[in-house]
């Protein structure tokens, strides 16, 4: 059974999400610039982080040390997941909340740098689509 959240609920789970959310955009930041460091060390930007037989001692820890990060940003995610979000995209912190409006599955939308959960969408729209919670919508939320 999926999470279905309140607009308060979603709200009140919004600091530990934005905490997540902001040192996973660093974290990603900290691979990316790995991930170019052992392309410029290895002649070609690495399609994948494997380590090899023949790679030397300062290949295989920046392999080493890419490997752990890329656990640590995967596992982050899934503590997220576990809240009952939905991450929608890592490279902006768009983040989903599942919930209800009369009846109707919807989305709780919200992007890292926002400020409080103020926006929802349809579940075929997507970002895109998204709606101002208006004063009536925002109360129906509540219950």
């Keep these: 059974m999926t999470r279905q959240f309140t607009l308060e609920e979603a709200n009140a789970v919004l600091p530990r999400v934005r905490a997540v959310v902001a040192k996973q955009i660093q974290r990603r930041g900290e691979i990316e610039r790995q991930l170019a460091r052992l392309g410029e060390m290895t002649g070609a930007y690495p399609e994948s982080v494997v380590e090899r037989p023949d790679d030397g001692d300062d290949v295989r820890a ?9 656990h640590e940003y995967q596992r982050s995610w899934n503590e ?6 939905v991450v929608k995209d890592p490279r902006t ?3 989903d909340f599942r919930s209800r409006i009369d009846g109707r599955a919807v989305f709780l939308c919200w992007r890292f740098g926002e400020e409080t ?9 997507g970002f895109s689509g998204r709606k101002q919670l ?3 919508v925002r109360a129906r939320l509540y219950n």
């Design 62 to 70: 920046v392999k080493q040390d890419l490997i752990a990060r890329i």
């Design 93 to 95: 912190g768009l983040i």
């Design 134 to 136: 208006a004063g009536d």
């Design 117 to 125: 959960i103020s926006h929802y969408h349809e579940l075929e729209t």
């Design 80 to 85: 997220l997941e576990d809240l009952g979000v």
